[in-house]
């Protein structure tokens, strides 16, 4: 297996960090990059003429991710050619929320063939539930497959999100990219770093992802009044304020973020479910805290790979954690980078949300926020 990888800015062009002669042998290329560079043709056209023969997949994101720097107005390509790995491509257009799962069903049901290890997700950002998501996939594929990924981003703007496969990108759709082949490991680890505070509340009325009333209360009211001032910069300013999702009869706690906010019925549009019943807590962040969450995510994914070699590492971080890290981010970044050693090529992007099991060898994904999630690909 190995990698190239090559960066746009407006500034400089077009510059090749590395090179490994890959143009006409690589399968894969990911795409990751700014809204508006990545909806110009002439960019992906450039991508294509680079790497003739591979299938080329990537979102728009809340900043990109190329070793340990993080860049907010870029495209870094990350070429792979894999030895005795085979690689498919599904999509599917998603045209409402309510046909999530039946997505994810259908992006499961076209790779689940011989000799699949592993699929991983590139979400539209704003117009799919990714619970939804995530439950579609594992039923179709009956918890034998891991799947890891992430929802595209577009900065703090929640405005739009778009999906590259070989063509500008596109919005409403959901790629779902499958890996075979009997010498491929993959390993992964997600982790947060977040700090719940009050008292629960249950969650009195909702539906899917969209939050209503909380102890009986208009759910935006009452968040409003924990924001304080920050509620005038709603949807943004949720991303400092998460909610934890405690699950009845379990010790797992999930992490959920705001994607919209409608002030006339006074509901929340979270980017996974809310089941009515359960109870939630909201979260405040603690810089040190996340940056140590980065190192648990990397430790969890090295042992989930088995090997402590990566070859690649698709990074998929929360624009929320940016948000609070600010000019520490990219110390998230370096301390990965010394779980993971400087042979790693790495590449990712700043997300919507992201998509992981919770444990190192479980096959059970799960939507997450606010998280690192990590994937890492190694041939042996």
């Not at 809204?35 to 591979?54: F, G, T, V």
């Not at 340990?68 to 599904?90: K, L």
């Not at 140590?292 to 954690?321: F, T, W």
Request: charged letters at 25%; glycine letters at 8%.
């Amino acid at each position: 297996m190995k990698t190239e990888q090559s960066i746009y800015s407006k500034a400089q062009g077009w510059e090749k960090m590395s090179d490994n002669n890959l143009a006409s042998i690589a399968q894969l290329v990911f795409v990751f990059g700014n809204k508006n560079l990545l909806k110009e043709q002439h960019h992906i056209d450039y991508i294509k003429r680079m790497y003739p023969s591979a299938q080329i997949v990537g979102c728009s994101t809340s900043g990109e991710i190329y070793k340990e720097e993080v860049f907010n107005d870029n495209i870094v390509v990350t070429g792979v050619m894999f030895e005795s790995t085979q690689v498919e491509i599904a999509k599917e257009h998603i045209h409402s929320m309510e046909d999530s799962y039946q997505v994810g069903e259908k992006l499961a049901e076209k790779l689940d063939k011989d000799h699949l290890v592993h699929i991983m997700i590139l979400s539209e950002g704003l117009a799919i539930n990714g619970s939804e998501l995530t439950k579609g996939l594992n039923s179709r594929l009956n918890d034998r497959i891991p799947v890891t990924g992430g929802l595209a981003g577009d900065q703090a703007d929640f405005s739009e999100t778009v999906i590259v496969h070989n063509d500008a990108g596109e919005k409403n759709l959901v790629l779902a990219i499958g890996f075979y082949g009997d010498r491929l490991r993959v390993g992964f680890g997600s982790m947060g770093g977040w700090d719940s505070f009050g008292v629960d509340r249950e969650v009195t009325k909702s539906k899917g992802n969209i939050l209503y009333e909380l102890d009986r209360h208009p759910a935006l009211d009452l968040y409003k009044r924990y924001l304080g001032d920050h509620a005038a910069n709603l949807p943004a300013s949720a991303l400092l304020f998460p909610l934890s999702l405690r699950l009845k009869n379990s010790e797992i706690a999930l992490v959920r973020t705001v994607l919209a906010v409608n002030e006339d019925d006074g509901s929340m549009v979270f980017a996974g479910d809310l089941p009515q019943g359960e109870y939630v807590r909201l979260m405040k962040a603690n810089s040190d805290r996340l940056i140590y969450g980065a190192n648990g995510a990397a430790e969890m994914a090295k042992i989930s790979l088995r090997n402590p070699d990566p070859d690649l590492a698709v990074l998929i971080s929360c624009v929320g954690r940016k948000l609070v890290l600010k000019q520490r981010v990219e110390e998230e970044l370096e301390i990965i980078r010394e779980v993971l050693g400087s042979g790693c090529a790495t590449t990712g992007f700043y997300s919507y949300g992201e998509i992981c099991p919770i444990k190192p060898f479980d096959q059970h994904c799960e939507l997450h926020n606010q998280t690192m999630t990590i994937t890492l690909f190694k041939e042996v």
